[in-house]
């Protein structure tokens, strides 16, 4: 019974609404691909024709792919790149049930897919994560080199999240699904830029902030957002620093296609 109670508080995978997938001004290409044990998983690639990056974007435990529309065109238009954004297991429209294990292992099928469709070595792919997909991009740069890192409103670990928001709940003791970032950010040693809401009412500010500080990279910048919460857009001085961090690394090694 905790087990179950834990899927559900972790993964509440939002039912899906057909209105959501009629998206008509977002040049995406629907793709399917396969994780590394045949769970057929889907994703949007939204190319771009000059991208200043080509990033790999992880989304929150209560979002999927089609309900980034209006995100994805921002990074598209605005930040002038290449995105690809995936469904969890048992999210949108992929198959299976999420856990930390294969969400962690999906990502970095996905990280591989992006780089082949974009011609790019896997390392010269940037991370972007939001809350938990948060947690799933400081995973995959623990353990594979890439571009930059870019966090979004996301957690030191997850008991901690947790335990802010069930207080009732043993989730220290109980919980399977951990997401200890604050453990794998120390492996993490690349260009980090991560901004996180004062008034995160889901999320608190201290527990974005305490991962911040764990990083060892010396090249790392946080934007303290005065009164955000947890959901929403960013200010537009977030969106002018996420255009300066991508312009200031290092180039790629190959072009994109």
């Not at 290449?82 to 099928?109: C, M, Q």
Request: with cysteine; hydrophobic share 40%; glycine share 8%.
């Amino acid at each position: 019974m905790l087990s179950l109670l834990e899927q559900w508080l972790v993964f509440p995978a939002p039912r899906m609404s057909e209105s959501d997938w009629q998206v008509t001004d977002l040049p995406y290409e629907d793709v399917y691909f396969d994780a590394a044990d045949g769970t057929k998983l889907h994703g949007w690639y939204v190319p771009h024709p000059n991208p200043r990056a080509v990033v790999l974007y992880c989304h929150g435990n209560g979002e999927y792919v089609a309900h980034l529309a209006k995100r994805l065109k921002v990074l598209h238009d605005r930040i002038g790149i290449t995105v690809f954004a995936w469904d969890y297991r048992g999210y949108g429209r992929s198959a299976g049930k999420p856990h930390e294990v294969n969400l962690i292992a999906d990502g970095r099928v996905a990280h591989l897919w992006l780089a082949e469709k974009a011609g790019l070595n896997p390392s010269d792919i940037v991370l972007m994560g939001r809350s938990l997909g948060g947690a799933v991009a400081v995973a995959l740069a623990a353990e594979y080199k890439v571009r930059g890192l870019v966090l979004d409103r996301t957690f030191s670990e997850l008991t901690d999240a947790a335990a802010h928001n069930y207080p009732w709940f043993p989730v220290r003791l109980v919980m399977r699904n951990r997401f200890s970032s604050i453990e794998r950010i120390q492996h993490y040693h690349g260009p980090l830029l991560q901004a996180h809401g004062t008034g995160d009412s889901i999320v608190p500010f201290v527990l974005g902030k305490k991962l911040f500080d764990a990083a060892p990279s010396k090249n790392k910048k946080f934007l303290a957002v005065d009164g955000g919460d947890h959901s929403g857009p960013l200010p537009d001085y977030c969106y002018d620093e996420l255009i300066g961090f991508l312009d200031s690394l290092a180039p790629v090694k190959s072009t994109a296609q």
